[in-house]
């Protein structure tokens, strides 16, 4: 499968190192001659070349492709290109075109609304497009439940994708077959769908496998109250999140009202602090600053009068999401000082998360992490729609794969189904009679049923494979 990448930034090249994980035929185009040299050491193919130009995409092999992501920093670039690719391709193959997926990052969410009501494909020939905001929200909220999670990946229904360290005082489980350490623990052994050990491969554990003191893992769990006993299993103190947590968000732009609807919508009370006069009143006249639980401060938010006035201690979380990942950081880290137990950033630079970690800020969210997630798993719109690629553990994924009425397994318990030892069904996601889905554990003797989705962890190169079991 051809697939083009215009955009040679951190998002594409990303995605392009994934997709040659699978052995994808990959091509990177992107006008910015830096961006072109610092992805000649991927093995995919670049261009140096501005991606809305007929030319160009024709070098690039648009009549062969199957793919076209635009993710560039432009909106308007990325919908223009992705226009262009799907004329240029139509046009190579005359009649009887073969279709071509486009895929396009956006960050104004009128584009996804137009995507919503159908009409985006109508004027812009888009297939889909991909805003990383909600998913990364997502992220921040369950990610601020401890601050011994280093990372957390929804996958839909309650259920998660937790990483995290293997401590020493995880005492019942350490130095130990992970089949005999599981009957120490009341209720059974976490599954472990990913471990990565210092200077050895990453791999999908199985039961013959012992566990060491600061081993990397992800451990797979539905509801947000399960994370608890998954720290204490692991050796990390866990800490009771408050029923009604008091959250301060810095911040009134379109990011900080839409983390300021996610807390409402959980049940928590919120200050918005907001230096712009402004800002502030704008988000005083929505609909989300008319909530009971919502208060909109017009102040300085690195003004310690103003954090005690409004009671910054008394809060249990402080977010930070202004457009500079700097004075998100400021902001976090003096909302730490002044009492605030748990904080969390969204960030645009990846490199930024494992600093603000280091300096004690509870959770931080690389939002272009995020868009890469969610094109991918459009890419891999064949099978289910999920993936995730895991964020301390290199070279395992998560793809949710469909079990149709043509695979050998359906009808067939989880163990009968012989599948192999390089792959770890994490979650088994089934529409129950109520209609709505449901997240269930894949104990041995459950049943898999057509129309179920199966979240499964492997290392890249096994996808081809993986889709070939499942007839994709």
């Excluded at 259920?159 to 599981?182: H, K, N, P």
């Amino acid at each position: 499968m051809r697939i083009i990448i215009g955009g040679a930034g951190r998002v594409g090249t990303d995605m392009a190192r994934a997709l040659r994980a699978e052995d994808m035929d990959v091509v990177l185009v992107d006008s910015d001659s830096r961006a072109v040299k610092n992805a000649q050491n991927l093995d995919v193919l670049v261009i140096h070349g501005d991606l809305t130009t007929r030319h160009k995409l024709h070098e690039a092999g648009i009549g062969e492709a199957e793919v076209f992501v635009a993710a560039t920093n432009s909106d308007e670039r990325n919908l223009l290109a992705c226009a262009l690719a799907q004329h240029a391709h139509d046009e190579l193959n005359g009649s009887k075109p073969k279709p071509l997926l486009t895929i396009c990052r956006v960050r104004n969410m009128n584009y996804v609304e137009e995507q919503d009501e159908g009409k985006l494909a109508q004027w812009a020939k888009v297939d889909y497009v991909v805003n990383p905001l909600e998913g990364a929200i997502r992220r921040l909220h369950s990610g601020l439940r401890s601050s011994a999670i280093e990372e957390v990946i929804p996958f839909g229904h309650d259920a998660f994708i937790v990483e995290m360290d293997v401590t020493s005082d995880a005492s019942q489980i350490v130095f130990q077959s992970l089949r005999d350490a599981s009957k120490n623990i009341e209720g059974g052994m976490p599954l472990i769908v990913g471990l990565k050990r210092d200077g050895e491969k990453s791999l999908v554990p199985d039961g013959d496998f012992m566990l060491m003191p600061n081993d990397r893992i992800a451990v797979a769990t539905t509801g947000l109250s399960s994370f608890n006993r998954i720290l204490n299993i692991f050796g990390h103190e866990a800490t009771d999140f408050p029923i009604q947590p008091r959250v301060a968000v810095i911040g009134a732009n379109h990011i900080g009202q839409r983390i300021a609807d996610d807390w409402l919508n959980a049940g928590a009370t919120v200050t918005v602090i907001e230096r712009d006069l402004q800002l502030a009143n704008m988000l005083s006249g929505t609909e989300t600053g008319s909530h009971p639980k919502l208060e909109v401060i017009h102040g300085d938010h690195l003004d310690r009068d103003i954090l005690t006035e409004i009671g910054i201690s008394e809060h249990h979380i402080a977010i930070a999401a202004l457009e500079d990942d700097l004075a998100s950081i400021a902001a976090a880290l003096l909302a730490s000082d002044m009492g605030v137990s748990r904080t969390g950033l969204l960030l645009y630079d990846a490199d930024l998360v494992k600093v603000t970690q280091r300096m004690g800020i509870t959770f931080a969210v690389d939002r272009k992490r995020v868009a890469v997630d969610n094109m991918l798993a459009q890419i891999h719109t064949k099978t289910a729609g999920g993936y995730a690629i895991l964020s301390n553990i290199p070279n395992i994924i998560g793809v949710s794969m469909l079990v149709s009425d043509e695979a050998k397994f359906a009808g067939k318990r989880v163990v009968e189904a012989s599948f192999p030892d390089w792959m770890r069904i994490a979650f088994i996601q089934r529409l129950n009679t109520n209609g709505t889905w449901e997240s269930l554990r894949p104990s041995p003797d459950k049943t898999l049923l057509e129309g179920d989705r199966l979240i499964i962890f492997c290392s890249p190169e096994r996808v081809v494979e993986l889709e070939k079991r499942f007839k994709v």
